[in-house]
């Protein structure tokens, strides 16, 4: 097509968090090329969107679907940060309904694109008889891809149990060691319903023009390839889309001047953090085990503790941290509760290294500003995959839980976060780390990926236009 003629893309992201905001920056980074951009969501999550810088505005349009109320979805839920990973299929049930006002829509906005995620696996039947070309955005890696694999065994009955998904598939044709333990695939299957997530994902890749993934050639050179082979299609990478940091003039936050202070007063990468993401649900026992392995690695830390970080029907802090603890690590200690500026946090000279839950951006936000990881999965979705990864990458250390219940001991994670942080033999994990902000820390790199994308788009898009 002609590079000057503007296309209109629509933006059609899961609902959850870690969906929503990479689908926003990838608009944003359209927008300023020019092209329109329709961002469809719910009333709740638009409404949680930073807001957008002025010279962007004119291009993006914020399309609001009320979500379909279903029987035991609770009322006024509107994405997977409200719920329990037991009620996520009610959701997903919700989304679906989202098909009549997408369809009725589409059917009056001339779009030439749909930028979608894994789960409206009808969209393809919906875009296809409009002529409208579609193109699956996946904020997942290319090693989660891989070990997923071809449409064909994503629909089909190859891995009929969860123990299936323990082993490497025989399509890796390259070095690979990376596999779920059981307890990982146990703890997923809570959160699907009748449509598999696998079966969404095989779907959405057979019925779209090209994959695109949050990733680079230069961290997932093997898996990008493999991918184009296994789906057959063209698989365009988009580039890590690492975050900003906030512009000096936004400090006024207080709550940050306070971390700030605190972390002003402990010596340089003497700190770990530790945030489990806005999803994770960890058992009381779990809960005291972490902390007790906290307490125990004799280092200052930042702890975020999640008020929903709990079983369902429990209530109250003193359900989630064991008593006293607060009072033991007050002298080398923070708690913070529900929330924190994470990237700030990050990118504090006193802060040594990053206890996550291995959630992709998580990851990606340590390894901008060179934090080396202790890896303890989260157990959902790509989580687990991504422990093993970064384990194999030598940038952090996953702490091992049991294949079958997930459960690990204190004294275990007081180990990994000592051998990370201070420990000889982390000497090597700290190093390679840091090397990594060459990679997840390059705005030039990233932008360049982007650029790529959004050629590939306005190349491509002739036969959008013939209908």
Known sequence: MDRTEKLHIAMFPWLAYGHIMPFLEVSKFLALKGHRISYISTPKNISRLPKLPLHLSSNISFIEFPLPQIHGLPPGVESTAEIPIQKVPYLKKAYDKLEVPLTEFLKTSHVNWIIHDFTPHW???????????????????ASFLAFLGPPSALLGDLRK??????????WIDYPFNIAFKLYEMLNHQECMEDVSDFQRGGLVIQGCQFVTIRSCSQFEPDQIQLLSKLYQKPVVPLGLLPPSLPSKEDKRDEKWEAIKKWLDSKGVKSVFYVALGSEVILSQEFMHQLAFGIEKSNLPFIWVVRSSALVEG???HQDIIPPGFEERVSDRGLVLRDWAPQLRILAHSSVGGFLTHCGWSSIIEALKLGRPLILFSGASSDQGLNARLLHGKKVGLEI????????????????????????PEGEPIRANAWAMREIFGNEQLSNKYLDEFTRFIEEFAPSALEF
């Open 123 to 141: 969209l393809p039947g919906v875009a296809t008889p409009l002529g409208i070309n579609l193109a699956f955005f996946s904020i997942f890696n």
């Open 161 to 170: 149990r969860p123990e299936d998904f323990t082993v490497v598939p025989k």
């Open 314 to 316: 429990q209530v109250g």
């Open 400 to 423: 091992e839980r049991n294949e079958q219940d997930g459960s690990f001991t204190s004294d275990l994670v007081a180990q990994k976060i000592r051998q990370v942080m201070v420990e």
